[in-house]
């Protein structure tokens, strides 16, 4: 069961790709992106920004498997 949900959290990013207040932050940051004239150091931190958003984005999905897994322990209490 606990691996169908971890399978189902890396297939379904909604939680993330679907909150309107973090594609707007994302947007602005892609915006202001663009405005950096420099190529190498604009693409330097925009692919830094995609690497921290990822690591985010994996502690959060590891917050739920582990808040999951303890509702889950505590319902079989009951």
Do not use: H
Not at 29 to 55: H, P, V
């Amino acid at each position: 069961m606990l691996k169908q949900i971890k399978e189902s959290l890396k297939d379904n990013k909604d939680w993330k790709e679907k909150n309107k207040k973090y594609l707007r932050e994302l947007q602005s940051f892609f915006d202001k992106a663009d405005n950096i004239e420099d190529e190498k150091l604009k693409n330097k931190i925009i692919r830094q920004m995609l690497r921290c958003d990822d690591i985010l984005t994996q502690i959060a999905e590891n917050r739920f498997q582990e808040f999951y897994k303890l509702g889950y322990r505590n319902a079989k209490k009951e």
